[in-house]
């Protein structure tokens, strides 16, 4: 019977994985069309404002894009006012990416709410539960990471296949 019961948790615990999934990128997806960007840039505007400050090459290898798809990224984002670009202080070559008060703002509009309500929510775990959940997110992600990498390599190998052109 444990037998059981464990195959049927680690199931439905796969299956609110996967809802969870749909339910971030539906929300993900609606946040970039609020802010009139693709996918990509919302993940570089996450990446901006967790980090506060970035390189053109830390956001292209957060973001797994080339240097020239970022300068591209770059110069959206920085037309619709949400990035600002300057020189190094301490080295004129580099750049230095920042995010602008207007995508704050968004951010906060958007995303603070569900902070708020994440964080109520994780306020009925015990400090050893959090400690438990965080170890599962972080053991998750670096198997997503993982097989990330996997599927990257899969990609860069000839199928095998030839393809056949008709005259």
């Not at 997806?29 to 980090?51: I, S, W, Y």
């Not at 965080?134 to 095998?160: C, K, W, Y």
Request: charged share 25%; hydrophobic share 35%; net charge positive.
């Amino acid at each position: 019977m444990g037998r059981n019961l464990h195959q049927s948790l680690t199931e439905s615990l796969g299956n609110a994985g996967r809802e969870y999934q749909r339910a971030l990128d539906l929300f993900d997806e609606t946040a970039a069309a609020h802010l009139g960007v693709n996918r990509t840039d919302l993940r570089c505007l996450d990446v901006l404002t967790q980090m506060g400050q970035a390189t053109p090459g830390e956001l292209a290898s957060a973001v797994g894009l080339t240097s020239g798809s970022v300068t591209a990224m770059l110069d959206r984002l920085e037309h619709q006012g949400y990035v600002t670009r300057s020189s190094d202080s301490s080295d004129g070559r580099q750049r230095s990416v920042r995010p602008t008060p207007k995508v704050l703002d968004a951010v906060a509009k958007i995303w603070g709410p569900l902070v708020q309500e994440g964080g109520r929510i994780l306020e009925k775990y015990s400090s050893s539960e959090l400690k438990l959940i965080l170890g599962f997110l972080d053991r998750i992600r670096d198997l997503q990471i993982a097989h990330t990498e996997r599927v990257r390599r899969l990609a860069s190998r000839p199928t095998g296949r030839k393809s056949r052109s008709r005259d």
